[in-house]
């Protein structure tokens, strides 16, 4: 049945893994690596982090802002699996955003925000239910929140790649990617400088050419034509934002900035149609 098919799913995340000594229950400290098999998903295979990974830097000092994840209504709009993908993506990066920000409330909308996508994807093994769960039972353990959120979107590059469903999980990583980025360059406030925020562009910048190599790897492995025409524009964004970015590491410049920032802005308009 599908209960005991995920049980047993569940059963094969956790092994491995130890039992945080805590007051809540159902906390559960998993090593990312017992997640992952090596090779399994383009995380792991193409060094590219995972959205959650992209915030740390936030922790200390960011302030959670809400006026710059997407709305939650943006779930209407989407009907193609392409588009459930990409905004698959998205929310994902405004889940990472929101448990990372310590921001519990948020972060279960949009984990039910992921779910919703998830189901249209068929993956609602990692977003389901007993995720949402898990979420609300930890929502005042920040620790636990984080790796509960890294684990459901392991899991899910896992079973897509698992899966063979190699055409739809690079729409999954570019709409995480460009909502994450998008979330760094609109987090400036008071307490954060706007060079952290600049050298954390310029750390993420060898990121563009491992997520490019991995969707030219995705593309040798399929045959369907509407998937690799859809492929060919968001290389040609990635390449168009690798080329400023390539401007800015040398000339450091304050236009050639703005010039990321414009970019960003607009390929993250392009996820909000």
């Known amino acids: 049945s599908m209960k005991k098919f995920n049980l047993l799913l569940f059963l094969i995340l956790i092994a491995g893994s130890c039992e945080q000594e805590n ?22 295979q193409y060094s590219i982090p995972l959205p959650i990974d992209l915030f740390k830097f936030l922790e200390q000092e960011g302030i ?6 997407s709305p939650l209504s943006m779930k209407e709009k989407y009907t193609t699996q392409l588009e459930s993908a990409l905004l ?43 995720y949402v769960e898990r979420l609300e039972k930890n929502i ?31 729409f999954v990583v570019y709409g995480a990617w460009i909502e994450s980025l998008y979330l760094i360059i609109n987090s400036d406030s008071q307490n954060i400088k706007i060079e952290q925020i600049k050298n954390k562009l310029l750390n993420e910048y060898k990121v ?17 034509y509407n998937f690799n025409n859809e492929l060919k524009v968001l290389i040609k964004n990635l390449d168009d934002l ?31 149609p």
């Open 242 to 272: 690798s080329l400023l970015f390539d401007n800015y590491s040398k000339s450091k410049s304050e236009d050639d900035y703005k010039l990321i920032v414009e970019k960003i802005s607009f390929l993250k308009l392009e996820l909000n």
């Open 208 to 224: 563009i050419e491992k997520i490019i190599t991995y969707m030219y790897d995705v593309q040798v492995e399929t045959s369907a």
């Open 88 to 130: 698959l993506g998205v929310f994902t990066a405004d889940l990472a955003y929101c448990t990372v920000m310590n921001n519990g409330q948020n972060a279960i909308y949009y984990s039910e925000a992921a779910s919703y996508f998830a189901n249209r994807l068929s993956i609602e093994d990692a977003y389901g239910k007993p």
């Open 64 to 69: 959670f802002q809400p006026d710059i994840v």
């Open 140 to 170: 005042d353990n920040v620790d636990s929140l984080k790796i509960i959120t890294s684990e459901a979107y392991a899991k899910t590059c896992v079973y897509l790649e698992q899966k063979g469903v190699y055409n739809v999980l690079p």
């Open 23 to 44: 007051k809540t229950q159902d906390i559960i400290v998993v090593n990312k690596d017992s997640l992952i098999k090596e090779n399994s998903n383009p995380y792991e």
